[in-house]
């Protein structure tokens, strides 16, 4: 197996897999394939659809067609010659119990039929379970992941070792480190199915970065059973390289027609809002009204549109850095989407620690929630851990930021520039310049264009959360800094009385003297003459 990524954004990647039938693109969406019941040929899936893989239940061939897929071989068997993944059966474990088949006996079929990838017989957590139960599943699951590299025979197959615990994360963790040891080419997330279903994707952000953190960067993670497109940019950007789908196909078989944003029923539609092939010459009324068979076939090929076009749409955001807007954009589609986006605070420094320094981009900042995106992280911890304030800086002055950036090139900047080169040369080097900004805090005159500090665009009015973090950047900026004197251009209109509040304390924690001025509309005359009067007193000290 070679995996080589291309592009890179937050923890997504795009990718070139090869197999032994070919090389597929991630992030890569496998449709799952029931040979019995399949409303859409695995042969359109790939020349019409442009699926460059599939996934099916060996498990399931085994027992329904015993040696056919053997003797034919599974891509001709399935009439697919794109990269063929099959499962083991552990959701059949995870639905009823238990399967008729020993995990040798899998492994051996896996290699008959000619998987490109295939997956162990692990024993899935599942949702509602103890703790104890939990710990099995996890110990059962590694023993047969040792056990298997003594039983296969073949090397050109991709073998995925999953990952257990369910939501008990340090048992995931625990798997993951475990894992990890073994000579996999792929690993896997078990048991997300019932998360999702219960709509608890902040649990799903957790399980998969505690996998994510304690796996091999270099090794693809597939996520088994996130078939909804409206949450395929969460799982991307967490570091899922593949999941696999048979929503298309359940949901068709329901009456039920998918969207990157949510799901509807065919009876509650008046109007299509898609344009791709099946819809755009055709109305919900007369799907309605179509034999249950072919209104099916229409449902599943057009969710099969709507999710390979989410992955399209998902590739480009990566190339132009602008995955975090999409899976903004995505979140505010449900409340458990956004809820799932909030938790990523909780993991923004490893986020960070992964995701490109630089983009072809500037920024969107829309709201509190794109604090834990990584060029704000990386920025805080920059600045606290690596900038130095210039040694004879006496006196900072903290102004407020204007609409126009870089914000040293503002019209408001230039009167205040203005005002400080009227005093001696002397002082005005004693004077460092600062601005406070959303969403990165305190930025330093001197590193104004740096990327991405003039690169973004940022909505208002701010919400509380983030004038809230910019005061205390702000704040924070002065505890670990030298100054004697602290003067703030306090603008209350954008900002409330926040940052003032804390810049006081912080100068009276510190020991240092602190003065301010408001900004008062229609007073700009006034308030350079004052910040004048008050840089000269300090100055003259």
């Known amino acids: ?52 893989a599939v996934i099916t239940n060996a498990y399931i061939l085994k027992k329904r067609y015993q040696n056919k897929p053997v003797e034919q071989g599974v891509h001709r068997f399935l009439g697919f010659d794109g990269a063929v993944m099959t499962d083991s059966g552990a959701y059949q474990i995870l639905v009823y119990g238990n399967v008729e088949v020993t995990q040798a006996e899998i492994v051996e079929y896996q290699e008959q039929i000619g998987s490109d990838i295939a997956t162990i017989l692990d024993i899935p957590t599942g949702w509602k379970v103890t703790r104890e139960h939990a710990e099995a599943t996890v110990t059962e699951t590694l023993e047969r992941a040792k056990a298997f590299f003594k039983t296969k025979t073949r090397n050109d197959i991709l073998w995925v070792g999953p990952v257990q615990g369910g939501r008990h994360l340090d048992l995931v963790a625990k798997s993951a480190v475990a894992m990890r040891k073994l000579p996999f080419q792929i690993h896997a997330l078990g048991s997300p199915t019932e998360v999702m279903e219960n709509y608890r994707y902040d649990v799903l952000v957790d399980m998969i970065l505690a996998a994510k953190r304690n796996l091999p960067v270099e090794r693809p993670l597939h996520l088994f059973g996130a078939g909804h497109p409206a949450m395929f940019a969460l799982a991307v950007a967490l570091g899922c390289d593949f999941f696999d789908s048979a929503a298309y196909a359940l949901y068709a078989r329901q009456g039920r027609y998918m969207t990157e944003t949510g799901t509807w029923s065919l009876s509650e539609l008046d109007y299509f809002p898609c344009q791709c092939p099946k819809c755009a010459g055709t109305t919900p009324k007369t799907v309605a009204a179509l034999p249950q068979n072919d209104k099916e076939i229409f449902l599943a090929e057009h969710n099969l549109y709507v999710c390979v076009t989410e992955l399209r749409r998902i590739k480009q955001a990566i190339r132009d850095g602008r995955l975090w807007e999409h899976l903004e954009m995505r979140a505010h589609g449900h409340p458990a989407l956004f809820t799932a986006l909030k938790k990523l605070k909780n993991h923004a420094d490893f986020i960070e620690k992964y995701a490109p320094a630089t983009k072809k981009s500037g920024l969107f900042f829309f709201n509190s929630a794109g604090l834990a995106r990584p060029e704000v992280v990386r920025y805080r911890n920059r600045l606290r851990e690596r900038y130095s304030s210039p040694q004879d800086a006496r006196v900072l002055l903290l102004l407020p930021q204007s609409k126009k950036k870089p914000f040293h090139k503002a019209q408001e900047f230039n009167k205040v520039k203005q005002t400080i080169q009227r005093l001696t040369e002397t002082q005005r080097n004693m004077i460092h310049i600062c601005f406070y900004a959303a969403p990165f805090g305190v930025v330093p005159l001197e590193l104004d264009e740096v990327y991405p500090l003039s690169q973004h665009e940022t909505a208002l009015p701010l919400d509380r959360e983030t004038i809230d973090y910019v005061a205390n950047q702000a704040s924070e900026y ?64």
């Open 1 to 52: 197996m070679s995996f080589e990524v291309k592009e890179k954004d937050l923890l997504a990647r795009i990718g070139k897999l090869k197999t032994k039938s070919g090389t597929a693109e991630t992030p890569l969406l496998f449709p799952v394939i029931n040979p019995s019941i399949q409303p859409v040929p695995p042969k359109r899936l790939k020349d019409e659809f442009g699926f460059e």
């Open 478 to 541: 002065i505890e670990q800094r030298h100054y004697a004197v602290v003067v703030l251009i306090h603008d209350p209109q954008n900002w409330g009385d926040r940052v003032k509040k804390l810049c006081r304390a912080a100068c009276r924690k510190k020991g240092v003297s602190y003065d301010f001025v408001d900004v008062e509309a229609k007073k700009g005359k006034n308030i350079l003459t004052r910040l004048e009067l008050i840089l000269r007193k300090h100055l003259s000290e």
